[in-house]
């Protein structure tokens, strides 16, 4: 078969791999769309450390079950299927408690790091386990299913954050997961939702996408922009879809006294915290980490209508053509949001 095969950093070769081997619990899926994840733009030039080359990356995808392992039942060769990023092992003790997301023993598609190596989906094929596949409704397209990963990931942070039907909230980051956890917050019953960016063409699809209002980072003091749209309270809610010193600070202080703060990017490893601004203030700061079992849910949101995806896929391109796209998305090429490869 042919993959898209970081070779070394920085080095893509669109070559002939052998078919990935099918135990008797996995089944073999050809791939009919792919997502590139900023993840994988920033693991291409090894500033993560977590795709160590050689490695097939790819983690957002959709296609058509091949053939079936020995052990599978539910499923058959010729249904349309998508997958979780994440391999979870179903049997430690976070597994046990439906917690995925922490499982013990996790890997993730695409993913080569010091712990292990797991080749992903920038392939005509790729193999995965029965527990971690979802049937497509019939009226969700393998594009839309491609990215039903990142709607997951804005699904879980909204869902682990305590919202009342009415709440203003603040979401810094007007990239993919940005607009999609404004979206999910605007579904989830919020009344206004602000977003902050500094791309203005990202922030202009953000407001006709439902944003109360979009704000330039580089022009606008958005803490005061906030508090004279709340009374000067600020919003009930913010999250941080970047991760970075400005946004997470930009973040705890758009929020009212005894606020939310829900942390989604992680682009810096460390970020400096405000502990007296937070503590005398009683702001719940929380972490959200990937997704855990909503992907059901977003499938159902995408089919609805309720998340538009659509307007976030910004090019669709042959697999072959990956190296060329991953360079224009690590140049920032104005305009890009979502690239779509197809095997």
Known sequence: MK?????????FE??????????????LVRIHAVGICGSDVHGADGSTGRRIPPIIMGHEAAGIIEAAGSMISAYRPGERVTFDSTIYCGSCHFCRQGRINFCENRRVLGVGCDEYH???AFAEYVAVPERILYRLPPDVSFHQAAMVEPVSIAVHAVGITDIGIGDSAVVFGAGVIGVLTMQVLLSAGCGKVYIAD???????????????????LKKTDII??????????GVHLAFDAVGLDETFSGAVHSVCKGGQVTVIGNFKPETSFPLQYVVSRQITIRGSNASSGEYPVCLEMIQSGHIDVDSLISAKAPLSEGAEWFEKLRRGEP???KVLLEP
């Open 224 to 233: 005061s922009e906030l508090a004279g749209r709340t009374a000067g309270r």
């Open 335 to 337: 305009g890009l949001m």
């Open 3 to 11: 993959a898209l095969v970081l070779k070394e950093y920085n080095h």
């Open 118 to 120: 797991q080749n992903g």
């Open 198 to 216: 500094i791309d203005q063409s990202r922030l202009d699809l953000a407001k006709r996408l439902g944003a109360a209002e979009a704000f330039n």
């Open 14 to 27: 669109y070559t002939e791999v052998p078919v990935p081997e099918l135990p008797d619990d996995h089944v």
